[in-house]
């Protein structure tokens, strides 16, 4: 998948880039293992009933595909559906893409936001895999950083850090709920690890496609090319026993090392 990734690059005339980008995401995870050798082993998350939450977040994750799906796809331009349609389709997204469904589902059933990833430890794995990227991406690719342009957009640090923890936190609890009830249930914690990556790039390919003139190949390896770094996030929750890392490198991932 990685190799697959870094191909993508060399089919765009970058192989040194793409061989830049899986050297920072290895050099992230040999620093998050460093630093969470230095910090007491995290304790195991609870997971009560791993095959029908991994079943419930799976059905859910299908329909969030749907919703993103329709949204991205149609001769017809989005603004210029039928309001009803839109509505729908906006709710369908709200519920099961970001996915608000899954996350009452576990609250009700009497998880705390601790036990679903919210603890406050290894941010300085999630600092150090940023600071990875954005060196990385500064030096081999520094037409694609992004962050003075999305700093202006947002008008301002507080307005960039709540734009990217709006995008970074669904995606990463979605990812922490697949890995660890897949995990669970297959009783292969990196089987889990490895599937809710490649969910979580597959959800991007109707965006992507999108952006590609509706070219479902170009939306295909635009996912393709996003597997390493997701493979880093979720390693990031595995190592230090929290989410909140993830969140970090995610939210703030304006440096464009994944773009090819």
């Known amino acids: 998948l990685c ?19 899986l050297a920072a995401m ?14 007491p082993p995290p304790e195991p998350f ?10 419930l977040a799976a059905l859910f994750t299908v329909l969030g595909m ?7 796809s149609g001769e017809v331009p989005w603004e210029e559906r039928a309001r009803l349609h839109r509505l729908l389709a906006g709710l369908a997204m709200v519920a099961f893409t970001f996915p608000t469904a899954l996350a009452l589902y576990l609250l009700a059933d009497g998880y705390r936001p601790r036990a679903l990833g919210f603890r406050l430890r290894g941010l300085a ?13 500064s030096l ?6 992004t962050l003075w342009r999305a700093l202006e957009g947002a008008g301002g640090w507080g307005g960039l850090l709540l734009l990217g923890a709006s995008a970074a936190i669904p995606e990463e609890f979605l990812r922490f709920v697949l890995q ?43 996912a393709l090319r996003i597997v390493p770094v997701g493979l880093l996030w979720g390693y990031l929750t595995r190592r230090t026993g929290s ?18």
């Open 26 to 39: 290895l050099l992230a995870v040999l620093a998050a293992d460093l630093l969470a050798a230095r910090a």
């Open 180 to 222: 660890t009830r897949w995990g669970a249930s297959l009783r292969s914690p990196a089987a889990g690890w490895i599937l809710a990556t490649l969910v979580w790039a597959a959800l991007h390919v109707p965006n992507f496609a999108a952006q590609a003139g509706g070219d479902a190949a170009a939306g295909a390896l635009g």
């Open 125 to 137: 794995a999630g600092a150090a895999a940023l600071l990875l990227a954005a060196g990385t991406a």
């Open 46 to 55: 609870p997971i009560r009933r791993p095959g029908r939450e991994g079943i």
């Open 140 to 145: 081999v690719d520094p037409g694609q950083v």
């Open 3 to 21: 190799a697959g990734a870094a191909a993508v690059d060399a089919h765009h005339g970058k192989p040194g880039k793409g061989a830049a980008y």
């Open 243 to 260: 989410l909140l890392p993830a969140v970090l490198a995610h939210g703030l991932n304006f440096w464009g090392l994944q773009n090819s």
């Open 66 to 72: 749907a919703a993103l799906g329709f949204r991205y």
